[in-house]
């Protein structure tokens, strides 16, 4: 049987699926990712999850990889001294493909996480332009255009935590003042429910903030990322804008309608499709293993 892998590698563990060459998952593994260890001790035990995983009856077809950047995805390296200080230059693209014999995708985990989301909905309708923003400590960010994952020149990531959303209003580690990240992240919505006396975003919603002292954070909430995705949504014309993140089970019933609303007042409005990511911690995996997928 003719299978794929697919790695979702992060600063505490890392997710291994194995999936049928049409994207359909069988089964998965999770190891810790212990960080701060050299990458040699690290793949010998991406070495035994995979391995097990596989068997002994399977033709590994393809391997891709989602992982927190910086990257070099042309090279296939791990460049990221922030959250995997032991994998420095990690070259994992070769290291995989020299010990399965199959071809090896590396890129950036946001932009996997994306891939996952719109291949979750390929049933529905297939997907060539779509957005995705992800509410977790910071706001992550991923595009596709025109079937292809949106990159800078030098194989960078877009930043669209870091677009000015109410300047003068708080300022970021990046330098700026009234960034997406720093007002609407999951991080961000914790300490403004802290403010208001809870413990945090989730207590303020277990407790019926939401309807009560908490119903001006969501309409601040609302006002910010619109405004961010006023910009986006004009400059990449998506057809489905997907947002995800721990808040959103939370949120999105109450924003979604808020948001597209507000979207369908301009004159250059085209019509999309506003979802909640329906993966979690899956989309990751499942976005990594689509980069192996035959055509």
Same mark, same amino acid.
């Not at 393809?62 to 990257?71: D, N, R």
């Given at each position: 049987m003719k299978q794929i892998i697919g790695i979702d590698i992060g600063g505490t563990k890392i997710a291994i699926g194995l999936f049928d060459?049409? &994207?359909?998952?069988?089964?998965?593994?999770?190891?810790?990712?212990?960080?701060?260890? +050299?990458?040699?001790?690290?793949?010998?035990?991406?070495?035994?999850?995979?391995?097990?995983?596989? *068997? %002994?009856?399977?033709?590994?077809?393809?391997? *891709?990889? &989602?992982?927190?950047?910086?990257?070099?995805?042309?090279? *296939? /390296?791990?460049? %990221? +001294?922030?959250?995997?200080?032991?994998?420095? %230059?990690?070259?994992?693209?070769a290291t995989l493909s020299d010990r399965y014999g199959c071809p090896v995708r590396l890129e950036n985990d946001a932009d996997v996480a994306l891939l996952g989301e719109v291949f979750a909905h390929k049933k529905e309708? +297939? /997907?060539?332009?779509?957005?995705?923003?992800?509410?977790g400590t910071g706001v992550g960010g991923a595009v596709l255009h025109n079937g292809k994952l949106f990159k800078t020149e030098n194989f960078g990531h877009p930043e669209f935590g870091h677009i000015l959303v109410a300047p003068g209003e708080g300022e970021c580690y990046c330098g700026g003042d009234g960034c997406l990240e720093g007002l609407a992240s999951g991080l961000a919505l914790t300490q403004q429910a802290q403010a208001l006396g809870f413990e945090d975003f989730q207590d303020l919603v277990a407790q019926g903030g939401l309807q009560g002292s908490g119903k001006f954070l969501v309409h601040q909430w609302v006002e910010r990322v619109g405004r961010a995705l006023w910009t986006l949504v004009h400059i990449f014309s998506p057809s489905m804008v997907i947002l995800g993140g721990g808040a959103m089970s939370s949120l999105f019933d109450l924003v979604n309608q808020k948001i597209t609303e507000n979207m369908q007042s301009g004159i250059f409005y085209k019509e999309f499709a506003l979802?909640?990511?329906?993966? &979690?911690?899956?989309? &990751?995996?499942? *976005?990594?293993?689509?980069?192996?997928? +035959?055509v």
């Open positions: 060459e049409t &994207g359909r998952f069988i089964a998965s593994s999770t190891i810790p990712t212990h960080a701060q260890a +050299p990458f040699s001790e690290a793949i010998v035990r991406i070495f035994e999850a995979v391995d097990e995983l596989l *068997g %002994n009856t399977t033709t590994l077809t393809g391997i *891709g990889i &989602g992982c927190a950047g910086p990257l070099d995805t042309e090279k *296939g /390296v791990v460049q %990221n +001294p922030y959250t995997l200080s032991g994998w420095e %230059n990690a070259p994992i693209v309708k +297939p /997907v060539r332009n779509a957005l995705m923003l992800t509410f979802v909640e990511a329906s993966l &979690g911690a899956e989309a &990751g995996m499942v *976005g990594a293993a689509t980069l192996v997928l +035959p």
